[in-house]
C-alpha cells in the first residue's frame, strides 16, 4: 500500500524559506517519477515540481530560481527546499508519485494528504 506523509509546512513571512519533506512508502521509490503539487484556495491545482527516476527535474514557472525538488533515495524521501517565498505561494502543498506521464500530466495515481504552507506578506 502505497503511503505518502508530508511535513514541513508552516506560517513564514515574505522572503523566508521552508522546506518540506514527503516519505514515502510501499512500493519501489527509484521506481517511479515524484512530484510537488499545490493548491490555493479558489484556484487550480498546480505543478510545482517534479523530479523522475534519472533526476531529472521541471519546475513551475512560477517557482523557478527559487524552489528545489531533490529527493534521498536511501531514507525514501522526497524534499522541496522553498527560498524567497511570496504570499502568492500561499497553497496547500501535495506530494504526489506515479509514472512519468501522469506526473507530467497533473494525474499522478498517488496522492500524500497535503502540509498548508502560509506566507505573509
Known amino acids: 500500500q502505497v503511503q505518502l506523509v508530508e511535513s514541513g509546512g508552516g506560517s513564514v513571512q515574505a522572503g523566508g524559506s521552508l522546506r518540506l519533506s514527503c516519505s514515502a512508502s510501499?512500493?519501489?521509490?527509484?521506481?517511479?517519477?515524484m512530484g510537488w503539487f499545490r493548491q490555493a484556495p479558489g484556484k487550480e491545482r498546480e505543478v510545482v515540481a517534479i523530479?523522475?527516476?534519472?533526476?531529472?527535474?521541471i519546475y513551475g514557472d512560477s517557482v523557478k530560481g527559487r524552489f528545489t525538488i531533490s529527493k534521498n533515495t536511501v531514507e525514501k524521501i522526497l524534499y522541496l527546499q522553498m527560498n524567497s517565498l511570496k504570499p502568492e505561494d500561499t497553497a496547500m502543498y501535495y506530494c504526489?508519485?506515479?509514472?512519468?506521464?501522469?506526473?507530467?500530466?497533473?494525474?499522478?495515481?498517488?496522492w500524500g494528504q497535503g502540509t498548508q504552507v502560509t506566507v505573509s506578506s
Open positions: 504526489a508519485v506515479g509514472p512519468y506521464v501522469r506526473v507530467v500530466r497533473g494525474v499522478p495515481p498517488y
Open positions: 523530479i523522475d527516476t534519472d533526476d531529472g527535474t
Open positions: 510501499g512500493y519501489w521509490f527509484s521506481g517511479y517519477c
